[in-house]
Structures are given as structure tokens and as C-alpha cells.
């Protein structure tokens, strides 16, 4: 289940993946950055059930492992 209000767009938060970045790796080293799978690029997820429990859990998101 989304968490939003009626006639509401989805709430979003900061891909802790990319750290909102969209990619992973540092931008000193462009060449061995990756695209974050999990915000696609965005910089941003979805805030769901799913998301809040990979966080509350600890678990990394998948563009982490």
C-alpha cells in the first residue's frame, strides 16, 4: 500500500541507495559510477510499506549490494 492522501500524488523521499545523487559511486571517479536501480535514476523512491521496512530493517536497498 502507497501512503498518501486521496486526490494526492505519491509521497517520495530521498533514495537511500544514491543518497538522492541517481547514481552510485563517486563523482570523482565518473567512470565507475552506476545508475541506482532502485530510485531509476530519480534520485527519489516511493515512500511504501516495502521501502520503510528495508530501512527500518537495515537492510541495503538493491543498488547498494
Do not use: A, F
Not at 5 to 30: Q, R
Not at 35 to 42: F, P, S, T
Amino acid at each position: 500500500p502507497i501512503l498518501r492522501y486521496k486526490n494526492e500524488t505519491m509521497l517520495k523521499m530521498i533514495c537511500p541507495s544514491c543518497n538522492g545523487n541517481g547514481y552510485i559511486g563517486s563523482s570523482l571517479k565518473p567512470k565507475e559510477q552506476k545508475d541506482c536501480v532502485d530510485c531509476n535514476n530519480q534520485g527519489e523512491v516511493e515512500i511504501n510499506e516495502k521501502n520503510l521496512d528495508l530501512l527500518k530493517n537495515g537492510h541495503p536497498m538493491k543498488g547498494k549490494q
